[in-house]
Antibody, heavy 119, light 113 residues
Framework: QVHLVQSGAEVREPGASVKVSCKASGYTFTGYYMHWVRQAPGQGLEWMGW????????NYAQKFQGRVTMTKDTSISTAYMELSRLRSDDTAVYYC????????????WGQGTLVTVSS | DIVMTQSPDSLAVSLGERATINCESS????????????LAWYQQKPGQPPKLLIY???TRESGVPDRFSGSGSGTDFTLTITSLQAEDVAVYYCQQYYSTPPGFGQGTKVEIK
């Protein structure tokens, strides 16, 4: 069965960076895109971008361009999302989610990683 | 960007009754070449990630109870929960995947009356 297991909660100061991991199992890692979606406390879902684990190609939402970097390590079936120059409004739960294409629905989601930005 | 707007923001329904959630897109998400609506519905319970319920506007994901159904085309869509159960208390989101960015509606909270 498909599982996406994310790294644990993080606390960062404003201006710092955070890197969240997402380890996939139960399917061919390079056969599906990995999307990243975040959710601020009590708010809705916000798509951040995707990475193609096969090619390494990425596409980021305009809002995050210049601050987000999505990478992968196919040897351990893990995707990463790094967000830099953190601000307090980046405090959110960050999810990885599997999608069959670049623009698609996501059928499996990680459990989420809470990133808290606070001084 | 395509803007997704859900209504209502919240609703309270008695157990066993019908719940209806609407979702409107700012432009059509119907792709004429394959006649498919690029619209999905998710359920999110407190403290959990979203769960895919419906894709292609009306195709139920494997394992999703048949009391959940999706309908609509073009710009107007509906998620219907017939005979609401206690475990259906959640926030429901629609999402368009017709174009980048694949945006979500603001969510509709479903509670028991």
């Amino acid at each position: 069965q498909v599982h996406l297991v994310q790294s644990g909660a993080e606390v960062r100061e404003p201006g710092a960076s955070v890197k969240v991991s997402c380890k996939a199992s139960g399917y061919t890692f390079t056969g599906y895109y990995m999307h990243w979606v975040r959710q601020a406390p009590g708010q809705g879902l916000e798509w951040m971008g995707w990475i193609n684990p096969n090619s390494g190609g990425t596409n980021y939402a305009q809002k995050f361009q210049g601050r987000v970097t999505m990478t992968k390590d196919t040897s351990i079936s893990t995707a990463y999302m790094e967000l830099s120059r953190l601000r307090s409004d980046d405090t959110a739960v960050y999810y990885c989610a599997r999608g069959a294409a670049a623009v698609t629905f996501c059928d499996y989601w990680g459990q989420g990683t809470l990133v808290t930005v606070s001084s | 960007d395509i803007v997704m707007t859900q209504s209502p923001d919240s609703l309270a329904v008695s157990l066993g009754e019908r719940a209806t959630i609407n979702c409107e897109s700012s432009q059509s998400v119907l792709y004429s070449s394959n006649n498919k609506n690029y619209l999905a519905w998710y359920q999110q319970k407190p403290g959990q990630p979203p769960k895919l319920l419906i894709y292609w506007a009306s195709t139920r994901e494997s394992g999703v109870p048949d009391r959940f159904s999706g309908s609509g085309s073009g710009t107007d869509f509906t998620l219907t929960i017939t005979s609401l159960q206690a475990e259906d208390v959640a926030v429901y989101y629609c999402q368009q995947y017709y174009s980048t960015p694949p945006g979500f509606g603001q969510g509709t909270k479903v509670e028991i009356k």
